[in-house]
């Protein structure tokens, strides 16, 4: 069961640009998510907005572009943009938003400052991604969370499968991401079974992995 807000009911503005906007009052993430969810559902748009006023933040949804926008005016603003492979990435990321706002979505891909850095190629977004990663913390953090996303472990408990059953050209932003941490920590890449996935990428088990996957589990 969602916790409740407190102080609560929270209230969301929803809207698509047509004027007819939906104010909702929530008492917890999963009532805001379920409101959300037929809003979304019920429309056919370019742009769905999720509005937190007294907060002064929103969420921006653009399926037909393929970008999430997250904002926040208050305190330092600040605006950041998401490339999104797969459709069924926006929802989740609206529950995340509820859950804890702006920052609930820190986790969730690869942010860039700037809309045009979405134009670049994939692998150019992953490794300019990669390379604003400096620490080992914060590497070994950043892998876990792709590997959380989409991996598993294999059955011999030896080596960490990223994008498990994904196809090459599927998440090639955090595959060329995830290829560049790999070297920065000294990983170990091992080849693939022939029977995988052409996506896949396993990596054999270390310390500091299991530590921080754990944690994702």
């Known amino acids: 069961m969602a916790r409740p807000y407190d102080p609560g009911p929270k209230q969301f503005v929803f809207s698509v640009g047509d004027g007819n906007d939906q104010q909702v009052s ?4 999963q009532e805001a998510y ?5 809003f979304f ?3 056919e748009s370019d742009t769905y907005t999720i509005e937190d006023e007294p907060a002064r933040q929103r ?10 926008s997250r904002t926040r005016d208050a305190d330092q603003p600040r605006s950041e943009h998401l490339q ?3 459709p069924n990435r926006y929802l989740p990321s609206a529950m995340l938003f509820f859950e804890n706002g702006y920052a609930g ?6 942010w ?13 977004r992953g490794a300019a991604r990669a390379a604003t990663i400096t620490t080992e913390a914060a590497a070994i953090e950043e892998v876990a969370r792709i590997w959380a996303d989409s991996g598993s472990v294999d059955p011999s408990d030896q080596y960490y499968v990223f994008f498990e059953s994904h196809d ?18 000294g990983l170990e890449r091992v080849d693939a079974p022939a029977e995988a996935a052409g996506g896949e990428v396993w990596v054999r088990t270390d310390p500091r992995l299991d530590v921080e996957c754990a944690r994702w589990s």
């Not at 379920?34 to 037929?38: E, G, H, P, Q, T």
């Not at 860039?112 to 150019?124: G, H, I, K, R, Y």
């Open 168 to 185: 090459v050209d599927d998440d090639r932003a955090e595959r060329a991401e995830l290829l560049q941490l790999i070297g920065f920590l």
């Open 112 to 124: 860039f400052a700037d809309l045009s850095d979405l134009d670049a190629s994939p692998e150019t």
């Open 59 to 68: 969420l921006v949804l653009m399926p037909r572009l393929r970008v999430i």
């Open 105 to 110: 979505l820190d986790h969730f891909g690869q």
């Open 41 to 43: 559902r019920g429309r």
């Open 84 to 86: 999104v492979d797969r």
């Open 26 to 29: 929530v008492g917890d993430p």
């Open 34 to 38: 379920v409101a959300f969810s037929a």
